[in-house]
């Protein structure tokens, strides 16, 4: 009897499992099937991976005027959404900005933000919450930014006076190289209370103090294939690209580990207050940081503040100089205003109303960030009508909103006056023009950024006249770009300057 209820059992076993089969597929035909946005046709396992393209932005755009500004891909096992309108733009930045704050885990972000211990990489959490008000009330609250005036101010004469010096011996500027000094220095010196020359060897490594960041900003772009299809970790480790990830991580651990050991140090506590000082104050106090914090919000503050504002300041002086007539307004402005003082300081920049206006435009021409960075969806919803689910990638394309011809006459080209009597800024509400971002991951440096920017192009239009090198038309400077991060110039900006008013020289070492 046993045997034959087993047998029973066998026989039935397979009509089961039909029955189960039977009733799975009955209910996904009567689930709706979800509306995804339209997007280009991908290719079997790679989705649309190969459509990217070396500049992004400027490929999904192209792609955006064909399937539209809300557009779905398949980026390998990843679904993402690309937005190239205001009007979208506002939808996931503002009305539904809980469920699209969250960031991406990606291979290259977790390492170097030590497991997410950051602000700019972080998924959303308490922990990133908690994280965001130490950088808002501690580090860049508006008290704190007017106190870094002298770093800015010192930073923009040296950096004036390294170009005079270049200048009087009639040499070729390479000013891409000195606006970049201009920024990690300045940087480095409102984060870490020094100066960092660009050969300088970071940590127990070799590799110079730029040649580290540049790996690092290129490897928080790289292609790492785990990203994209889970079970592929091995292709990261055979391309080479994993350990190029972990040398870096080394290299800029090592860097902080000296820095944070050299401000625990008792001598330093008559030396100016700086970033890190605050860090472990608050991290002695409060008891809220861990160490690995306070090196993620350094990693933070050190790659979201040198890139970009070189970047901006590389984009303003090529724009100036495709637009004579534009640079010819904006220094007689800047030396109407400064008059015989011999340099700008940061108290003659509120009253430089065209000048605010020409980084505005360059902003809108050349976000430095041209993707933002990118966001992952939380939770269903819908937009337009159509689904987006979670775990969603999201792109938000401020190069495309920022050139488009439904918000901006003439988009492409270089008008600082349509901002003349406008009240469009960058403070994240006005959503057709977005170079820093919106919501709860807007970008927290706005005005330190802001403030830097506009004193060094002041300072470098009041003191000099600038030409081309005799070889180069001003239709042949090269805007071709080289992404990371952040995107800036392919080609290093050589001009030639000369020197418009004397130049009060101070005493200090080039």
Known sequence: MAILGELAALLLLP?????????KISKKQDRPKPKLPPGPPGLPIIGNLHQLGENSHQTLCRLS??????????????????????????????????LFCSRPATTAWKRLSYNFSDVAFSPYNATWRELRKIILHNLLNPKTVEGFRDAREEEAERMIGSISHRSSLSQPINLSSSLLSFSNNLICRVAFGRRFQSEEPVGDQKSGFHEVLLESEALFMAFFASDYFSYAGWVDVLSGVR????????????FYGKIIAAHEDPIRAEEKEDVVDVLLHHQKE???????????LLMDILHAGTNTTFATLEYAM??????PSVMLKAQEEVRRIVGDKGRVEDCDVPQMSYLKMVVKETLRLHP???????????GHVKINEYDVFPKTRVFVNVWAIGR?????????????????????????????FL????????????????????????????????ELPDNLKKEGIDMKEVLGISVHLKTNLQLQATRHVPYVRRQMVY
């Open 15 to 23: 009509l089961f499992l039909a029955f189960l089969l039977a009733r």
């Open 65 to 98: 005027k064909k399937y539209g500004p809300l557009m779905h891909m398949q980026l390998g096992r990843v679904p993402a959404l690309v937005i190239s309108s205001a009007q979208l733009a506002e939808q996931v930045l503002k009305t539904h900005d809980l």
């Open 243 to 254: 350990s190029r990830l972990e040398k870096n991580f080394i290299e800029l651990d090592n």
């Open 286 to 296: 409060e008891k809220h940081l861990i160490e690995d914090q306070v090196k993620g």
């Open 318 to 323: 090529a724009e100036l100089m495709k637009n």
């Open 368 to 378: 430095v960030v041209p993707l933002l960075l990118p966001r992952e969806v939380m």
């Open 404 to 432: 488009d011809p439904d918000s901006w006459d003439k988009p492409d080209e270089f008008i600082p006056e349509r901002f003349v009597g406008s009240d469009v800024d960058f403070s994240g509400h006005n959503y057709q």
């Open 435 to 466: 170079p820093f971002g919106a919501g709860r991951r807007m970008c927290p440096g706005l005005s330190f950024a802001i403030k830097s920017v506009e004193l060094a192009l002041a300072n470098l239009l009041y003191t000099f006249n600038w």
